[in-house]
């Protein structure tokens, strides 16, 4: 079945680590998308890639990075200085940049 | 600056009730434009879209929406509610970024359906 997946579901980490959140698609998408979302703020965008070995900020990326070394893949780093990192985080793929957008499960971050 | 605006973020129906979520959108250029739902603790999934042609937009799960260009409006609507249709509800449109485009958000309408 084609379909975006990321890993894991629930992560947790201490205050002051780096951690990457996993995000594979097997679609065959040009466009990959991260976003965060918190209660009552909707979804804001962290970064997106357009094609392999380039990438954009979006609205929200300080204390995040990325890379896209691969068409499919698109992993997303949280680092220390990302203030309030704690959040679920939400990332998409879509066939071409103005159509729609296609959903991984999520990855619920708690950082202590 | 473009903007989606869902009125009421929070609606509340009976079961068999018609369900209607508000979306308005300011966009300069014809949109693109997108519904989603999503369940808790999991991904969004598209229920429909507009891109060209007919205004009128049907999709899943029964749900549909009227692309109304002079009210720059982009309504949901169910004609009778079931109760698996609680969850959170997303308007979206596509907008130019430079030389790219992404999609503006709504803050969401979350559904609640009494039996």
């Known amino acids: 079945d084609g379909g975006i997946t990321q890993s894991p579901k629930y992560l947790f980490r201490k205050e002051g680590q780096n951690v990457t959140l996993s995000c594979e698609q097997n679609?065959?998408?040009?466009?990959m998308y991260w976003y965060r979302q918190d209660p009552g703020q909707g979804l804001r965008l962290i970064y997106y890639?357009?094609?392999?070995?380039?990438?954009q900020k979006g609205d929200i990326a300080e204390g995040y990075s990325v890379s896209r070394e691969k068409k499919e893949s698109f992993p997303l780093t949280v680092t220390s200085a990302q203030k309030n990192p704690t959040a679920f985080y939400l990332c998409?793929?879509?066939?071409?940049?103005?159509?729609?957008?296609?959903f991984g499960p999520g990855t619920r971050l708690t950082v202590t | 600056a473009q903007s989606v605006t869902q009125l009421g973020s929070h609606v509340s129906v009976s079961e068999g009730a018609l369900v209607l979520l508000r979306c308005n959108y300011s966009s300069s250029v014809p949109p693109y434009l997108f519904w989603y739902v999503q369940y808790p603790n999991q991904g969004l999934q598209l229920l429909l879209k507009?891109?060209?042609?007919a205004t009128l937009v049907k999709g899943i799960n029964g749900f549909e929406a009227e692309f109304k260009k002079s009210e720059t409006s982009f309504h949901l609507t169910k004609p009778s509610a079931h109760m698996s249709d609680a969850a959170e509800y997303f308007c979206a449109v596509s907008v130019n970024a430079g030389n790219n485009r992404k999609l503006i958000w709504g803050l969401g309408t979350s559904l609640a359906v009494n039996p």
């Open positions: 679609l065959n998408h040009d466009a």
């Open positions: 507009y891109t060209t042609g």
């Open positions: 998409a793929s879509s066939p071409h940049p103005a159509g729609e957008q296609y």
């Open positions: 890639s357009q094609i392999v070995n380039d990438f």
